[in-house]
């Protein structure tokens, strides 16, 4: 591995974020750790990743509105939580945990960022692990 | 214009929320000595619903089960602090909560509050029979209807404070606007005064889940660390006389501000960032920022807002039927396989009945959807501490009990080794959105009369 070569990271090394839900429809906030890692977000985290990573719920129309002075965006998908809490079957009808379903999709990150990274240092081998999942 | 800053502070986020959260919260606002108001927030979309439902049952119910709870410990401190009160925990039954607020603070030998109740969100009545379906269309076609409530701004609230209320009690009102009416009456300003209005109302967002915004709901360990989850200060905003805030906390409780929690809370259930509408104002937080400006104080500035909607949104709330729900554990060699052999034995039994739900907490369950595909698409994964939990909806009681029956009989009947058995049926209740003209809805206020809620 060359030393400029970036690393695939989970996102939620590089961001947090909240789920919120009104009905079938849910929001989920994305918010950098560092203003400096705010671009990633914007060039990797877009409408489609976000369809992938949710194929599973057939969501609707998915919208991201960008807030760069917060760098922050925030996910509005429709039709992604069976109905939403009233009507679902799921444990969680709100859809709560779904923030850390987002969270889990990869980031590639240059080198010279991952000081900016959160959580505890990054073992070796946890910087090609394309989902973050330690199992 | 009234430049003194107003302090309002949380504390409480839902119905259910900790009940001992508002005396920090008083003793706070007392120190600090300005004007300043407490608010409560416990109405989710469905507890409406549920608060009619036990009114139906008592008359004098349906009001928020722990007003009590949430009142006793801090009333004597707000009558004689001068902190004013401000709550949607009249639910269902605004004048029955303000009732029995007089009738607590006669027990606890308090001389008689100010009360005043807020009125015109409840549509449910024959009066609002034609506005409702007008406004519901097609949506209205065959609706049990269990509660119709308009969602009215801070009007109202403003205006009762001005007439002197110390304590205002509402049912239905847009979450934010428990703490724009304050704002509202405290400063002057005027009702058309939109950017300032749009920065009560993100105040007001940031402080209506309670601790949300200060610690609760963000801790995740070695990445997002909170101190003092079992002790979280609820949050105290300073509204400045031009809409900014600052969101602080308690000295002394546990919990965090900072700019992270307060991004998380602000964008919280916002659809449109440049556009969160409210019956008060569209607020836009576009070009909003929030800054540190010491330990857990946090300023939010930058909010601007556009011409308040000419419609007020309502919630149609309707039985939907039953949810049933079962539970039975498998652990140890082979757990997994056992748990997905009593789904499949389940699956036989309920044929018929529609969609069930089968998951296998412990390998996968809230990510997957009500089909079934994500677990499918997972395999199988030698799990050997597995909770099976099937849930189906229906429309006939009797018809949901089925599940109860079939979870319980596996006992006998089921794979090798389950145990742990657990059944609930609750009734569902969907909601229809539609949204009336707001001059349809007859939104005000009046005070309790004096020795109402006499024992």
Same mark, same amino acid.
């Given at each position: 591995?060359?030393?400029?070569?970036?690393?695939?990271?989970?996102?939620?090394?590089?961001?947090?974020?909240?789920?919120?839900?009104?009905?079938?429809?849910?929001?989920?906030?994305?918010?950098?750790?560092?203003?400096?890692?705010?671009?990633?977000?914007?060039?990797?985290?877009?409408?489609?990743?976000?369809?992938?990573?949710?194929?599973?719920?057939?969501?609707?129309?998915?919208?991201?509105?960008?807030?760069?002075?917060?760098?922050?965006?925030?996910?509005?998908?429709?039709?992604?939580?069976?109905?939403?809490?009233?009507?679902?079957?799921?444990?969680?009808?709100?859809?709560?945990?779904?923030?850390?379903?987002?969270?889990?999709?990869?980031?590639?990150?240059?080198?010279?960022?991952?000081?900016?990274?959160?959580?505890?240092?990054?073992?070796?081998?946890?910087?090609?692990?394309?989902?973050?999942?330690?199992? | 214009?009234?430049?003194?800053?107003?302090?309002?502070?949380?504390?409480?986020?839902?119905?259910?929320?900790?009940?001992?959260?508002?005396?920090?919260?008083?003793?706070?606002?007392?120190?600090?000595?300005?004007?300043?108001?407490?608010?409560?927030?416990?109405?989710?979309? &469905?507890?409406?619903?549920?608060?009619?439902?036990?009114?139906?049952?008592?008359?004098?119910?349906?009001?928020?089960?722990?007003?009590?709870?949430?009142?006793?410990?801090?009333?004597?401190?707000?009558?004689?602090?001068?902190?004013?009160?401000?709550?949607?925990?009249?639910?269902?039954?605004?004048?029955?909560?303000?009732?029995?607020?007089?009738?607590?603070?006669?027990?606890?030998?308090?001389?008689?509050?100010?009360?005043?109740?807020?009125?015109?969100?409840?549509?449910?009545?024959?009066?609002?029979?034609?506005?409702?379906?007008?406004?519901?269309?097609?949506?209205?076609?065959?609706?049990?209807?269990?509660?119709?409530?308009?969602?009215?701004?801070?009007?109202?609230?403003?205006?009762?404070?001005?007439?002197?209320?110390?304590?205002?009690?509402?049912?239905?009102?847009?979450?934010?606007?428990?703490?724009?009416?304050?704002?509202?009456?405290?400063?002057?300003?005027?009702?058309?005064?939109?950017?300032?209005?749009?920065?009560?109302?993100?105040?007001?967002?940031?402080?209506?889940?309670?601790?949300?915004?200060?610690?609760?709901?963000?801790?995740?360990?070695?990445?997002?660390?909170?101190?003092?989850?079992?002790?979280?200060?609820?949050?105290?905003?300073?509204?400045?006389?031009?809409?900014?805030?600052?969101?602080?906390?308690?000295?002394?409780?546990?919990?965090?501000?900072?700019?992270?929690?307060?991004?998380?809370?602000?964008?919280?259930?916002?659809?449109?960032?440049?556009?969160?509408?409210?019956?008060?104002?569209?607020?836009?937080?576009?070009?909003?920022?929030?800054?540190?400006?010491?330990?857990?104080?946090?300023?939010?500035?930058?909010?601007?807002?556009?011409? &308040?909607?000419?419609?007020?949104?309502?919630?149609?709330?309707?039985?939907?039927?039953?949810?049933?729900?079962?539970?039975?554990?498998?652990?140890?060699?082979?757990?997994?396989?056992?748990?997905?052999?009593?789904?499949?034995?389940?699956?036989?039994?309920?044929?018929?009945?529609?969609?069930?739900?089968?998951?296998?907490?412990?390998?996968?369950?809230?990510?997957?959807?009500?089909?079934?595909?994500?677990?499918?698409?997972?395999?199988?994964?030698?799990?050997?501490?597995?909770?099976?939990?099937?849930?189906?909806?229906?429309?006939?009681?009797?018809?949901?009990?089925?599940?109860?029956?079939?979870?319980?009989?596996?006992?006998?009947?089921?794979?090798?080794?389950?145990?742990?058995?657990?059944?609930?049926?609750?009734?569902?209740?969907?909601?229809?959105?539609?949204?009336?003209?707001?001059?349809?809805?007859?939104?005000?206020?009046?005070?309790?009369?004096?020795?109402?809620?006499?024992?």
């Amino acid at each position: 591995m060359s030393i400029d070569q970036d690393l695939v990271v989970p996102l939620y090394r590089a961001a947090h974020a909240r789920t919120g839900d009104k009905g079938d429809r849910a929001n989920i906030s994305l918010i950098a750790w560092h203003p400096q890692l705010w671009a990633l977000l914007v060039e990797q985290i877009d409408e489609d990743a976000v369809r992938g990573r949710f194929a599973h719920r057939r969501p609707g129309r998915i919208v991201r509105h960008l807030l760069p002075k917060l760098h922050a965006m925030n996910f509005v998908i429709d039709e992604v939580l069976d109905g939403g809490v009233n009507g679902s079957l799921n444990l969680d009808g709100h859809g709560k945990a779904l923030s850390f379903l987002l969270l889990e999709l990869p980031l590639r990150v240059p080198r010279a960022l991952v000081p900016l990274l959160a959580g505890p240092p990054l073992e070796p081998d946890e910087s090609n692990n394309q989902t973050g999942d330690k199992r | 214009m009234n430049r003194t800053p107003l302090r309002i502070g949380c504390a409480a986020g839902f119905s259910g929320d900790r009940t001992d959260a508002a005396g920090p919260v008083v003793d706070a606002l007392i120190a600090a000595g300005g004007p300043a108001v407490l608010i409560f927030e416990t109405l989710a979309e &469905r507890t409406l619903a549920l608060a009619q439902l036990a009114r139906h049952d008592d008359p004098e119910a349906g009001y928020e089960p722990l007003l009590d709870e949430l009142l006793r410990p801090v009333l004597a401190r707000c009558l004689a602090g001068g902190v004013r009160i401000v709550s949607n925990f009249g639910a269902a039954n605004p004048p029955g909560a303000a009732r029995r607020i007089a009738a607590l603070a006669r027990e606890l030998g308090l001389r008689a509050p100010r009360i005043a109740v807020v009125s015109g969100d409840d549509l449910a009545g024959d009066a609002h029979r034609g506005l409702l379906l007008d406004a519901l269309g097609r949506q209205a076609d065959g609706l049990s209807v269990v509660s119709a409530n308009a969602y009215l701004g801070a009007e109202a609230i403003a205006d009762a404070l001005l007439a002197g209320a110390e304590i205002v009690v509402a049912g239905r009102v847009a979450d934010p606007s428990l703490a724009v009416g304050p704002a509202l009456a405290h400063f002057g300003w005027a009702r058309d005064d939109w950017d300032r209005i749009a920065g009560a109302t993100m105040a007001g967002h940031l402080l209506e889940c309670g601790a949300q915004v200060s610690g609760g709901y963000y801790a995740d360990p070695g990445y997002k660390d909170v101190p003092g989850l079992a002790t979280l200060g609820y949050p105290i905003a300073e509204i400045d006389a031009d809409g900014g805030c600052v969101i602080t906390k308690p000295p002394g409780t546990g919990g965090r501000i900072d700019e992270h929690t307060v991004k998380e809370q602000l964008l919280y259930e916002v659809h449109d960032p440049f556009a969160y509408l409210t019956p008060d104002v569209v607020a836009d937080i576009g070009d909003a920022q929030v800054q540190q400006l010491g330990p857990d104080r946090v300023r939010l500035s930058g909010v601007r807002g556009h011409a &308040r909607p000419a419609q007020l949104k309502v919630n149609v709330c309707h039985e939907t039927g039953w949810l049933a729900e079962g539970e039975i554990s498998y652990a140890g060699p082979r757990a997994e396989a056992r748990a997905r052999l009593a789904a499949e034995v389940l699956r036989e039994r309920l044929h018929g009945l529609g969609t069930l739900r089968a998951d296998l907490i412990g390998v996968s369950s809230v990510f997957g959807d009500d089909a079934g595909a994500w677990a499918a698409g997972l395999g199988g994964s030698d799990g050997r501490d597995v909770r099976l939990r099937v849930a189906l909806q229906h429309a006939e009681r009797r018809q949901a009990e089925r599940l109860a029956r079939e979870v319980t009989a596996l006992y006998t009947c089921g794979p090798a080794g389950g145990g742990g058995v657990r059944t609930a049926l609750r009734r569902r209740l969907g909601i229809a959105s539609c949204s009336v003209p707001r001059e349809r809805v007859d939104a005000g206020f009046t005070f309790l009369p004096t020795g109402a809620g006499a024992a």
